[in-house]
Every structure is written in structure tokens, then in C-alpha cells.
């Protein structure tokens, strides 16, 4: 780990600090030596706790949820504890290369977790940026205007302008030290700090940087939304010289101590292999893995992890690359899809009178991938590593206990999850209603070789992947052997060194392949279709969500049950709606932001939007992005959204039966919330207002039409958050009249429709 100073640090290497951290060697030499590279040779014993967390330390704990770009507080150290005459911050998932020694590789004896390594930090931006490619310094300086506004927000953004502490890790940009603002800087001051890099850009983007940089200057790009945008632009049109192999493999095993596997996985004990992007007659389906981990042992845990892994396949296989999905696109279809496996868990549950401990779920991590990008989504404590040559990171974080309590600032990760509820889960499949659900969407750029690596606790608990990892999965990103062996030996090891539960694990690997590479102009890349996605959602980062910080569930203190029940590894877990889903409700009540990079907060219904274009009521938006969407197309296909007002209620989409409704009374129908339409026609009145005609093609699952009304021989409305609930609801088949400016309040417009939700609306 990484020990940082608040004076210079004298110990030299193999001096034992506070009886147990070795000094391993300098981490830089620059800041007077205030870096260096300790161990840690008592991991199994918690370090010194904290009675209180310094403010430097805050920092760290504020930006806990962007696992991939910031280190994680492990210990913080008194002069008086270390024998120094600094106190140490102690950095775990610091930027640190980490290598086999060469005569370990050559001898091939010590196991997996033994023989000699090697550390230094990673090179910084500053270093690397004259080598890095086209693709990669752009997609270097993405991750820094993604992560601007979460450090402006923070008063830390003067990190960024450090070009010595960003440190490059092939495609992925990661934080050394954090600095705090005095004051906070502005893009200008940014540009300032990027023009100093353009004159070693290589040729194909030194053209557009140099524009863009003084477009910063002069305030044409006025805010950080605008910069992602651009940047994802440019990125789209070079990605245009990119190919890459992608090949994955996963399997589960039951475990030497259990008598069933509660964990499922896809594509089960069946490698694949695809290339990149495919060609134009192709049909290929887009390369998916999925890693399951039930919940409920004797209550049926593995039903739940295989009802996950069928719905989630059906939801997700079937996109094929011809579609050419948008990361924000991707990102909605990966929420709807496990919001719908949620549902139909919660519903079995339901059905059969589960209540608190006694209801199956399963936590999931899904990788799904749309050229150039790799999307991954998870809820729940399964998770993601990215690992490169020299790096393993875990890329997700844990929903649980620990991770909450590091994430409101209430302790250190490493005191948390000693805590006997620390390993206690906040949120899984089905066990609460798909309001309470948030999960996690990310992506990253397929730039550079690496593997990712998703798997479920059996494998992660004790850092097994993290000591496995350089000798087992790091080989294969300069190789060209099978994937299976080594997901089969990873299973192995997992039973040997843990041996506690089931083991699924899941490996892709991707080797990219980069041809010419067009010359961008100096000007402006942004289209229309593509700026929308990043300017619209909740964070200005969703075109890619490796360099945006993650919807994180963070959870306010709260009593948790001292004795929960024991989970499928040993460690607790807490049900919704029995111990911490008193917490989760109380979220709604409170409008929690789940984001840092957003004001707003954000709140996930039974049917999560799946298009490009989320609900626009009540955000403002730029005019470029009003003219790119008010062409409601004869034909498209939109999803019932109503925003939620200032007061917390729902206002439904209404649809009357005659475009002259603006001068002349008629019957208005509501739309349930998640409803899929089709326009049908468009018509301008006498008095210019411009009307478009829906028919509804389906309505959500679970939701009815015909409950018992509150008047007389009319069916109520299936939300009871309608404003009359007497009123009737519109029924897959009926069509009606509504205002275009009413579907941009209450609407979002679907690019991607299955066959259940084009239902009655199928050509």
C-alpha cells in the first residue's frame, strides 16, 4: 500500500513500522520523500482504529463509491505510532505496479500466493502521455473532465490539475493523493494545464486538443457536461480504427463444504470467443457474463440465482451490435433487466408468503459488451476486477454494511468490515421492491489488453483474488491460451485456500487491435444523437461510466440487527423490509442522492427507462438539446416516466380521445408508469399546438387493469400515487391524443424494444 506523509518519511527499506507495516521502498522521490510503499505483514489483524476521522482522511471516505480512480483509507498513523516525524496515511488500491520477480516466472515452482514480487507506483500522465496512443490520451483526459464536477463538488478538483499524482494504468486513469481546493479552479485553469500537453499529442488528435483547449479558454464550452461530451465525440469517431478479440468463459462448483450451489453463472462451462466490431452482415449477439449468488440457503437461494441468470439472458442476449447501443442506451437496458429479474424474484416471494429472512434473492455482476465499451452492472457483494499487466483492482463496490459505513464517513473500510454486520448485504435481487433497488452501471473503454473478472464471495473473501491473480489470470493478457483452465483452477484454489461456499467465477478477456486512425479535425465532434445521453441523465458521465462515478446506494446511520441471519459464506446478511430496509425506506423519505455528480436525486421505478432519452420535466436543458429531440417520429417508440414533483407525487401521462382537446373538452385517459407507446400519427390544430396520437403497445408486469374501482363500473388506476385513482387507465391496443411537449415531461424514448414490450404494436 501506499503510506503518504504529511512531512518527509525517514524509514528506511525493511524497517518494521509500529510493529507490523514494512517499508517496502520509495514511492517517488519528488514531494521530499514523502511517499513510500509499506506492507502490511498482519493483514488478518485490524489496524489501530480511529477515534476520530481526520479531514484528510474525509476526503477519501467522500469519493469511496469510484473504486476504479481513487485509493481507499486503510490506517492512519500518529507520529507517536509510527516512531516518525510525520503522521501516515496508509492508501490500499493505491496506483501501485505490482509484478512477478523474474526468477519466480522462470522457476514456475512457488504455488499461486507465494514466491517474490515487485512494486513501484505507476508512471504518471505526465510520463506516459507522449506514448499513449490517439485513443488513449483522449480517453485520459475524458476520465479527468468525468471526475471534475464529483471534485468540484468536493473541494478537491485542484487534484486533477496535478499531472504528477494522475497516475496511467494502460486505459484507466487513477488518483494518487487527493488535494484540496484554495480556492476551487475553473476549466480555464484546466485548459491551462492541458495546453502544456498538446505539443507532445500524437497527430491525429493535436489538431482538435489544441481547439479545445482554447474553446475552454474562451468559454465556448462552458461547462463539464459540454467537455464529456466533446470528448466522447471525438472518441466515437477514432474508435472508428478499433478491433478487438473478446473471448470469456465462467463456471460454478458447489464447494467442498456445501451439499447444494446456490450460485449460477453464464455461459456456464462454455467458452466463446467474438470478434470486434462485427462485420456488417453479421448477426452476432453481444459477448455477456453473468455471475450469480443466491441467497436463502434452504429457502431455495439457487432459485433465485437461476430465475437471475434465465431473465437476465433473455433481457440482454438478443442486442446484437447492429444496433450500435449508446453507453447511456446500454446502461438503462442493463437497469431494466435486472429490475425485471427483481420483479419476478419479489413476486415469488410474494406468492409464496416470504417475509424478512425467509425470502430468497440473489446478488448479480453482469458484463455486457457494445463496441468500444465494456458495460458492467452489479447488486449485491459479487463482484469486478479489472486486471492489466501489472495491476488487479476491484472495480465494484460491495453492497453491504462496511462499504455503507465507509461511505457515509462513519469509520475506515478496514474497521468496518470487522464488524459483525459488516458483511451484511444493503440490497439484492428480489428480496425488496424494485423502487428500493439501485444498482451500479459502468463502463470502460476497450483501448488497451486486460481481463475482467467477476465472481462471487467464495472466491473474494481473504483478497484471494487479489493474491491470485498475478499467477494465475495476469499471464493470459500476453497469451493466447484457453480461459477455461485457468477459471477452473481459480475455482480450485478458491476450495483449498477458503473452501466455505460455492465458487462461481467468470473471466473476458480483450485484446484490442488498433488500425489507421483518422485525423480529427480541429473543431467541434459532437452530434446530436450523441451528445443527448450524456447531457440528459443523472450524471454528466454516463457515456462512460469507468470514468464516472457510479449510482451508489449510501444509506444514513441506523440501528442494524445485532444478531442477523446467516448468509450463503457465514458472514450476515440484512433483509430488506425486516432490519436495514427500514433504512432503505426511509431513503425515499428523505430523497437521498445516490450520485455525487448529480444535484438531483435519483430514484429507480418498477420500469426503469431503457432509452436514449430519459424524462425531461423539470431539468433544464441546453438548446442544442431541445432542437436534437423535438421530432417525436411517426412510428418510434416511447416509455411512460412521469417525474416526480416537488411534493413527492406522481403525474401521469394523459391521453385524450381528439387532437382539439385545446378547445374542446373530451375524456382523458391515464397511462400506467413503464407503459411502452408507438406514435402513430401527428396533427397540428387550428390554434398551432402540435399533437401526436399513441397506441399503447404494453403495459409493465404485475401491473392491472382491472382492480376494484373506487366509482361505480370504472377500474382504477394501477398507481396509487394517481391523482384520481377512479380514473381509467388506457389498455395495450387503445390509442389516444396527447400535447408533444407532454411526452418530453412525461415520456423517454425507447431506441432498443423487445417483443414483449412491442406487444400489441408489433408490425
Same mark, same amino acid.
Given at each position: 500500500?501506499?503510506?503518504?506523509?504529511? %512531512?518527509?518519511?525517514?524509514?528506511?527499506?525493511?524497517?518494521?513500522? +509500529?510493529?507490523?507495516?514494512?517499508?517496502?521502498? !520509495?514511492?517517488?522521490?519528488?514531494?521530499?520523500?514523502?511517499?513510500?510503499?509499506?506492507?502490511?505483514?498482519?493483514?488478518?489483524?485490524?489496524?489501530?482504529?480511529?477515534?476520530?476521522?481526520?479531514?484528510?482522511?474525509?476526503?477519501?471516505?467522500?469519493?469511496?463509491?469510484?473504486?476504479?480512480?481513487?485509493?481507499?483509507?486503510?490506517?492512519?498513523?500518529?507520529?507517536?505510532?509510527?516512531?516518525?516525524?510525520?503522521?501516515?496515511?496508509?492508501?490500499?488500491?493505491?496506483?501501485?505496479?505490482?509484478?512477478?520477480?523474474?526468477?519466480?516466472?522462470?522457476?514456475?515452482?512457488?504455488?499461486? %500466493?507465494?514466491?517474490?514480487?515487485?512494486?513501484?507506483?505507476?508512471?504518471? $500522465?505526465?510520463?506516459?502521455?507522449?506514448?499513449?496512443?490517439?485513443?488513449?490520451?483522449?480517453?485520459?483526459?475524458?476520465?479527468?473532465?468525468?471526475?471534475?464536477?464529483?471534485?468540484?463538488?468536493?473541494?478537491?478538483?485542484?487534484?486533477? &490539475?496535478?499531472?504528477?499524482?494522475?497516475?496511467?494504468?494502460?486505459?484507466?486513469?487513477?488518483?494518487?493523493?487527493?488535494?484540496?481546493?484554495?480556492?476551487?479552479?475553473?476549466?480555464?485553469?484546466?485548459?491551462?494545464?492541458?495546453?502544456?500537453?498538446?505539443?507532445?499529442?500524437?497527430?491525429?488528435?493535436?489538431?482538435?486538443?489544441?481547439?479545445?483547449?482554447?474553446?475552454?479558454?474562451? %468559454?465556448?464550452?462552458?461547462?463539464?457536461?459540454?467537455?464529456?461530451?466533446?470528448?466522447?465525440?471525438?472518441?466515437?469517431?477514432?474508435?472508428?480504427?478499433?478491433?478487438?478479440?473478446?473471448?470469456?468463459?465462467?463456471?460454478?462448483?458447489?464447494?467442498?463444504?456445501?451439499?447444494?450451489?446456490?450460485?449460477?453463472?453464464?455461459?456456464?462451462?462454455?467458452?466463446?470467443?467474438?470478434?470486434?466490431?462485427?462485420?456488417?452482415?453479421?448477426?452476432?449477439?453481444?459477448?455477456?457474463?453473468?455471475?450469480?449468488?443466491?441467497?436463502?440457503?434452504?429457502?431455495?437461494?439457487?432459485?433465485?440465482?437461476?430465475?437471475?441468470?434465465? $431473465?437476465?439472458?433473455?433481457?440482454?442476449?438478443? $442486442?446484437?451490435?447492429?444496433?450500435?447501443?449508446?453507453?447511456?442506451? @446500454?446502461?438503462?437496458?442493463?437497469?431494466?433487466?435486472?429490475?425485471?429479474?427483481?420483479?419476478?424474484?419479489?413476486?415469488?416471494?410474494?406468492?409464496?408468503?416470504?417475509?424478512?429472512?425467509?425470502?430468497?434473492?440473489?446478488?448479480?455482476?453482469?458484463? &455486457?459488451?457494445?463496441?468500444?465499451?465494456?458495460? @458492467?452492472?452489479?447488486?449485491?457483494?459479487?463482484?469486478?476486477?479489472?486486471?492489466?499487466?501489472?495491476?488487479?483492482?476491484? @472495480?465494484?463496490?460491495?453492497?453491504?454494511?462496511?462499504?455503507?459505513?465507509?461511505?457515509?464517513?462513519?469509520?475506515?473500510?478496514? !474497521?468496518?468490515?470487522?464488524?459483525?454486520?459488516?458483511?451484511?448485504?444493503? *440490497?439484492?435481487?428480489?428480496?425488496?421492491?424494485?423502487?428500493?433497488?439501485?444498482?451500479?452501471?459502468?463502463?470502460?473503454?476497450?483501448?488497451?489488453?486486460?481481463?475482467?473478472?467477476?465472481?462471487?464471495?467464495?472466491?473474494?473473501?481473504?483478497?484471494?483474488?487479489?493474491?491470485?491473480?498475478?499467477?494465475?489470470?495476469?499471464?493470459?493478457?500476453?497469451?493466447?491460451?484457453?480461459?477455461? =483452465?485457468?477459471?477452473?483452477?481459480? @475455482?480450485?484454489?478458491?476450495?483449498?485456500?477458503?473452501?466455505?461456499?460455492?465458487?462461481?467465477?467468470?473471466?473476458?478477456?480483450?485484446?484490442?487491435?488498433?488500425?489507421?486512425?483518422?485525423?480529427? #479535425?480541429?473543431?467541434?465532434?459532437?452530434?446530436?444523437?450523441?451528445?443527448?445521453?450524456?447531457?440528459? !441523465?443523472?450524471?454528466?458521465?454516463?457515456?462512460?461510466?469507468?470514468?464516472?462515478?457510479?449510482?451508489?446506494?449510501?444509506?444514513?446511520?441506523?440501528?442494524?440487527?445485532?444478531?442477523?441471519?446467516?448468509?450463503?459464506?457465514?458472514?450476515?446478511?440484512?433483509?430488506?423490509?425486516?432490519?436495514?430496509?427500514?433504512?432503505?425506506?426511509?431513503?425515499?423519505?428523505?430523497?437521498?442522492?445516490?450520485?455525487?455528480?448529480?444535484?438531483?436525486?435519483?430514484?429507480?421505478?418498477?420500469?426503469?427507462?431503457?432509452?436514449?432519452?430519459?424524462?425531461?420535466? %423539470?431539468?433544464?436543458? =441546453?438548446?442544442?438539446?431541445?432542437?436534437?429531440?423535438?421530432?417525436?417520429?411517426?412510428?418510434?417508440?416511447?416509455?411512460?416516466? #412521469?417525474?416526480?414533483?416537488?411534493?413527492?407525487?406522481?403525474?401521469?401521462?394523459?391521453?385524450?380521445?381528439?387532437?382539439?382537446?385545446?378547445?374542446?373538452?373530451?375524456?382523458?385517459? +391515464?397511462? +400506467?408508469?413503464?407503459?411502452? $407507446?408507438?406514435?402513430?400519427?401527428?396533427?397540428?390544430?387550428?390554434?398551432?399546438? !402540435?399533437?401526436?396520437?399513441?397506441?399503447?403497445?404494453?403495459?409493465?408486469?404485475?401491473?392491472?387493469?382491472?382492480?376494484?374501482?373506487?366509482?361505480?363500473?370504472?377500474?382504477?388506476?394501477?398507481?396509487?400515487?394517481?391523482?384520481?385513482?377512479?380514473?381509467?387507465?388506457?389498455? =395495450?391496443?387503445?390509442?389516444?391524443?396527447?400535447?408533444?411537449? *407532454?411526452?418530453?415531461?412525461?415520456?423517454?424514448? &425507447?431506441?432498443?424494444?423487445?417483443?414483449?414490450?412491442?406487444?400489441?404494436?408489433?408490425?
Amino acid at each position: 500500500m501506499l503510506a503518504v506523509g504529511d %512531512g518527509p518519511l525517514t524509514g528506511r527499506s525493511g524497517t518494521l513500522i +509500529a510493529g507490523r507495516f514494512l517499508v517496502w521502498g !520509495e514511492g517517488q522521490k519528488r514531494a521530499q520523500g514523502r511517499q513510500q510503499l509499506w506492507l502490511d505483514t498482519r493483514p488478518d489483524t485490524p489496524p489501530p482504529p480511529l477515534e476520530k476521522i481526520p479531514a484528510s482522511v474525509m476526503a477519501y471516505l467522500k469519493l469511496f463509491h469510484l473504486a476504479q480512480q481513487v485509493p481507499r483509507p486503510y490506517a492512519y498513523l500518529t507520529s507517536e505510532q509510527t516512531g516518525l516525524a510525520a503522521t501516515v496515511l496508509l492508501l490500499d488500491s493505491a496506483p501501485i505496479a505490482v509484478r512477478l520477480h523474474p526468477q519466480t516466472v522462470a522457476e514456475k515452482g512457488p504455488p499461486p %500466493g507465494q514466491g517474490k514480487i515487485e512494486a513501484a507506483i505507476l508512471p504518471s $500522465l505526465a510520463q506516459r502521455w507522449p506514448e499513449g496512443s490517439p485513443l488513449q490520451q483522449l480517453n485520459w483526459l475524458r476520465q479527468v473532465a468525468a471526475l471534475w464536477p464529483t471534485l468540484i463538488e468536493e473541494h478537491l478538483a485542484t487534484t486533477l &490539475l496535478e499531472l504528477d499524482d494522475l497516475r496511467v494504468d494502460g486505459a484507466l486513469l487513477r488518483l494518487t493523493t487527493l488535494v484540496a481546493d484554495d480556492p476551487s479552479p475553473t476549466l480555464v485553469q484546466l485548459s491551462q494545464r492541458w495546453q502544456s500537453l498538446v505539443a507532445t499529442a500524437q497527430p491525429q488528435v493535436r489538431p482538435y486538443l489544441s481547439w479545445l483547449c482554447k474553446a475552454l479558454k474562451e %468559454g465556448k464550452l462552458a461547462s463539464d457536461q459540454e467537455l464529456v461530451a466533446e470528448l466522447e465525440g471525438a472518441i466515437h469517431t477514432l474508435a472508428q480504427g478499433l478491433s478487438a478479440t473478446v473471448d470469456w468463459a465462467a463456471d460454478t462448483d458447489q464447494g467442498p463444504t456445501r451439499d447444494r450451489n446456490e450460485d449460477a453463472c453464464y455461459p456456464e462451462n462454455d467458452p466463446r470467443q467474438q470478434r470486434l466490431p462485427s462485420s456488417a452482415d453479421s448477426i452476432d449477439t453481444l459477448p455477456l457474463l453473468l455471475v450469480c449468488d443466491g441467497i436463502g440457503g434452504h429457502e431455495q437461494g439457487s432459485v433465485a440465482s437461476q430465475t437471475a441468470i434465465k $431473465l437476465l439472458q433473455q433481457e440482454l442476449e438478443p $442486442l446484437t451490435q447492429q444496433d450500435y447501443p449508446s453507453p447511456g442506451a @446500454i446502461a438503462q437496458r442493463l437497469r431494466q433487466a435486472l429490475i425485471l429479474a427483481n420483479d419476478a424474484i419479489s413476486a415469488r416471494n410474494n406468492d409464496e408468503n416470504r417475509s424478512a429472512r425467509a425470502r430468497m434473492g440473489t446478488t448479480v455482476v453482469v458484463a &455486457l459488451v457494445h463496441f468500444p465499451y465494456v458495460s @458492467i452492472a452489479h447488486i449485491g457483494d459479487s463482484r469486478a476486477y479489472r486486471i492489466s499487466p501489472y495491476t488487479c483492482y476491484q @472495480i465494484t463496490v460491495d453492497d453491504d454494511v462496511a462499504s455503507r459505513e465507509a461511505q457515509m464517513g462513519y469509520a475506515l473500510y478496514s !474497521e468496518a468490515v470487522q464488524l459483525p454486520s459488516g458483511g451484511a448485504l444493503i *440490497q439484492a435481487l428480489g428480496i425488496s421492491d424494485s423502487g428500493m433497488l439501485y444498482p451500479s452501471v459502468q463502463h470502460l473503454l476497450l483501448d488497451d489488453p486486460m481481463v475482467l473478472l467477476l465472481c462471487s464471495d467464495g472466491l473474494s473473501d481473504y483478497d484471494r483474488v487479489e493474491i491470485l491473480a498475478p499467477h494465475l489470470v495476469t499471464p493470459l493478457i500476453t497469451a493466447s491460451g484457453p480461459l477455461s =483452465p485457468v477459471v477452473a483452477a481459480l @475455482i480450485q484454489h478458491a476450495n483449498r485456500l477458503n473452501g466455505h461456499d460455492n465458487v462461481t467465477v467468470g473471466l473476458m478477456r480483450f485484446m484490442p487491435q488498433i488500425g489507421p486512425l483518422p485525423t480529427l #479535425p480541429a473543431g467541434s465532434l459532437r452530434q446530436a444523437d450523441k451528445i443527448i445521453p450524456s447531457i440528459l !441523465e443523472g450524471s454528466p458521465l454516463a457515456g462512460d461510466a469507468a470514468v464516472t462515478p457510479s449510482t451508489r446506494l449510501v444509506a444514513p446511520a441506523s440501528p442494524v440487527d445485532p444478531t442477523p441471519a446467516p448468509r450463503r459464506s457465514g458472514f450476515p446478511w440484512v433483509p430488506f423490509l425486516g432490519g436495514v430496509g427500514v433504512v432503505l425506506a426511509a431513503l425515499a423519505g428523505v430523497g437521498l442522492a445516490l450520485n455525487r455528480s448529480s444535484s438531483e436525486p435519483v430514484a429507480f421505478r418498477p420500469m426503469a427507462l431503457s432509452g436514449l432519452v430519459p424524462a425531461l420535466a %423539470g431539468r433544464p436543458l =441546453p438548446e442544442a438539446a431541445l432542437a436534437a429531440i423535438v421530432e417525436i417520429a411517426v412510428g418510434s417508440f416511447w416509455q411512460s416516466a #412521469p417525474p416526480l414533483s416537488a411534493t413527492g407525487n406522481s403525474e401521469l401521462l394523459q391521453l385524450g380521445q381528439q387532437p382539439a382537446l385545446s378547445t374542446a373538452a373530451g375524456e382523458t385517459r +391515464a397511462v +400506467a408508469t413503464g407503459s411502452v $407507446l408507438r406514435v402513430v400519427s401527428r396533427q397540428t390544430t387550428a390554434d398551432n399546438v !402540435e399533437w401526436v396520437r399513441l397506441r399503447v403497445c404494453s403495459i409493465p408486469s404485475g401491473e392491472s387493469l382491472d382492480q376494484q374501482p373506487q366509482e361505480t363500473n370504472q377500474p382504477p388506476s394501477a398507481l396509487p400515487t394517481a391523482p384520481n385513482l377512479g380514473q381509467r387507465l388506457l389498455a =395495450p391496443g387503445e390509442e389516444g391524443w396527447v400535447q408533444t411537449r *407532454q411526452i418530453y415531461g412525461a415520456g423517454a424514448l &425507447l431506441k432498443l424494444v423487445t417483443p414483449a414490450q412491442a406487444g400489441r404494436c408489433t408490425p
